[in-house]
DNA sequence: CTTTAACCCTGGAGGC
DNA sequence: TGCCTCCAGGGTTAAA
């Protein structure tokens, strides 16, 4: 459910309704996430002030004056929803943090591949984290370049699939994202990364981009509220989806049937005709 | 160094 | 109705 669009969207959400506010209570139901909360962080960040909430890549980061930083994921199945502060917890309800401004925000994830990650500031700049050093640049910064690009994919022999997934060279192409932009780019997913030409990735980067923006305009039109939804998200992107579990179904483009494959264990969508393998000359 | 695959976990869908 | 298998948008880790 979480890609880069509803984690900014989130990001917004959050920004709007508690940044400026006091934590005042932070209750933790489960700490069993991907990594368990350390039981001390409520005591860490409790009565300071949520000066920030920024992102990299698929993490909030989600900064306490002077004390540090919340590094949160929410993985798979992961959302930050808006609520009073005594409403009843649901099932897979874990955490939320409650500000003086009456705001609440509360953490909800049924797979728990999500995480909630204490970094206090005198352990450095957080974006030095493990999680965060090995990130790609931000596809939405002007960092993202063709040039940034190709450099990246120099000599390598993985996919160029795999290779938008694994979140080195950019990060925020999902599963979702990276068979959109390559159907969008028309270029086959199982093309070595490093075979990539000038002109592929002078499509490709602006596929990327584009893909990207488009999600997070319709998701800043159905969603604008993610954070305070009430119903379900997720679905907007998938309505948009070109290829992806469009498979047997005709290419927009050119009526071809629209193939599934697994890469990585993950699924791939893509038209053959459209998206074709480079010459083994 | 690179790449692969097992794994973390729950829930929904579909077959029988 | 139940029971089984497969699948899911992410990311880490050990092993080859």
Redesign the pocket.
Known sequence: ???LP?VETTRRGIEQTAVGARLVNMPVRER?L?WPIDSALPDCILNHTLSACRRR???LLMEFDKVGTTIV?L???GSIRNCAPDSLWQ??DHLQWEFDNGSCLRYHD????GSVVWHPSDAGSVLAHP?LAELGVEPLSDEFTVDHLLAGVKG???SIK?TL?A?HIVVGV???YASESLFRARIHPEMPAGRLTRQQANRLVPAIVQTLNDALDSGGSTLRDYVNATGEP??Y??LHAAVYEKQNQPCKRCNTKIKRIVQ????TYFCPRCQRMPRTN
């Open positions: 459910m979480p890609e509803e069993r991907r890549g698929k993490y994921h993985g798979m199945s099932a897979h049924p797979r728990r591949f999680r390598k022999l993985q795999q997934l979140g999902g599963n979702i997720g679905a992107f998938v990585g264990q993950r699924a």
